[in-house]
């Protein structure tokens, strides 16, 4: 069974800082894996969503990057912003054939400070 | 502007009482899914449906039926509800179930439900 963790749980820091969240999963075999933004008392947002055959996908001051050979991903978000606070979640189809049921990590609960 | 809408936000029940989660979508997409949050864990699947008039059973189903009342129209229902359902449970849409470069899932904003 896929399992997708995160680490670590929550983190904090000072306003114009890089962040950089991570995202491991125990099946290669992954179709894509998705970030998600989640702010409190509201659903998910998808971020960004990298393809297998993806090594890295952008927007904005978001980046991702895939490895599947070592079974990570990594978010960064460049100059964070007190805006950027939120729980992010990285997700992974449970299946190859249905995209739509995902698997999630737990979170990383993150706290930009002006 | 709606996307995916749950009612009600908010819900406390008695144990061994029965209630429904409705949610709607209105971007006509094919496939909606039923999920739980639960504090310090990630959102787990409940039920989905792959389409109108199918569903299936997700990775914790057990306490739960789900009726895909037609496109837009996906219910979960709670029979006789238990202090370990409370939860936050979301609704989720896509265009389809497989896989397609663009097919973006989308969520409703959740509900709080709480057994006593």
């Known amino acids: 069974k896929q399992e997708v963790t995160q680490i670590p749980a929550a983190l904090s820091v000072p306003e114009g800082e890089n962040l950089v969240l991570n995202c491991s999963f125990t099946?290669?075999?992954?179709?894509?894996l998705q970030w998600f933004r989640q702010d409190p008392g509201k659903g998910l947002t998808s971020l960004l969503l990298?393809?297998?055959?993806?090594r890295e996908q952008t927007s904005g001051r978001l980046n991702a990057s895939l490895d599947k050979s070592s079974g990570r991903s990594t978010l960064y978000i460049a100059a964070s912003q007190p805006g950027d606070s939120a729980t992010y979640l990285c997700?992974?189809?449970?299946?190859?054939?249905?995209?739509?049921?995902?698997?999630f990590g737990a979170g990383t609960q993150v706290v930009v400070t002006p | 502007n709606a996307g995916v809408t749950q009612t009600p936000k908010f819900q406390v029940l008695k144990t061994g009482q029965s209630m429904t989660l409705q949610c709607a979508q209105d971007?006509?997409?094919?496939?909606m899914y039923w999920y739980r949050q639960d504090p310090g864990m990630g959102l787990r699947l409940i039920y989905y449906?792959?389409?109108?008039?199918?569903?299936d059973k997700g990775e914790v189903p057990n306490g739960y039926n789900v009726s895909r009342l037609n496109k837009r129209e996906f219910s979960l229902r709670l029979e006789s509800a238990a202090p370990s359902q409370t939860s936050v449970y979301f609704c989720?849409?896509?265009?389809?179930?497989?896989?397609?470069?663009?097919?973006?899932?989308?969520f409703g904003e959740g509900s709080w439900l709480t057994v006593v």
């Open positions: 989720a849409s896509s265009q389809t179930s497989g896989g397609a470069a663009g097919n973006t899932i989308y």
């Open positions: 099946d290669s075999a992954i179709y894509n």
């Open positions: 990298i393809q297998s055959s993806q």
């Open positions: 997700a992974v189809p449970m299946t190859t054939d249905s995209w739509g049921k995902l698997q």
């Open positions: 971007m006509n997409h094919n496939s």
């Open positions: 449906s792959a389409s109108e008039g199918t569903t």
